[in-house]
């Protein structure tokens, strides 16, 4: 079982973007989902969740630029990303807690240009 990530690209800075990332099953399946990102030579790190209830969570560094939403009927979580900086460029990685595993999609490249 895993989890269908989509998007990802080279854009410039301060471009949009935006990454998807569905999971199997009914929303009542996952409790978390999100990503972790990791940059070059650096340890991954979260990024935004959100969980089943609505609550969300971000990392300070992305907070104010990116919104993570869930689409319930496609159990979809979407993260938008605006006025993204070199500092975003990694390897993002979906997420989801799912009927009590931890679910993982594949790495999905960002690189934002200068």
């Known amino acids: 079982v895993q989890l269908q990530a989509s998007g990802g690209g080279l854009v410039q800075a301060g471009d949009s973007l935006t990454l998807s990332c569905t999971a199997p099953g009914s929303r009542l399946s996952v409790n978390r989902m999100g990503w972790y990102r990791q940059a070059p030579g650096k340890q991954r790190e979260s990024v935004a969740f959100i969980w089943n209830g609505g609550s969300i969570e971000y990392a300070d560094s992305v907070k104010g630029r990116f919104t993570i939403s869930r689409d319930n009927d496609k159990n979809t979580a979407h993260l938008e990303m605006r006025n993204v900086k070199p500092g975003d460029t990694g390897l993002y990685y979906c997420?989801?807690?799912?009927?009590?595993?931890?679910?993982w999609g594949r790495g999905t490249q960002v690189t934002v240009s200068s």
């Open positions: 997420y989801a807690r799912w009927l009590s595993r931890d679910l």
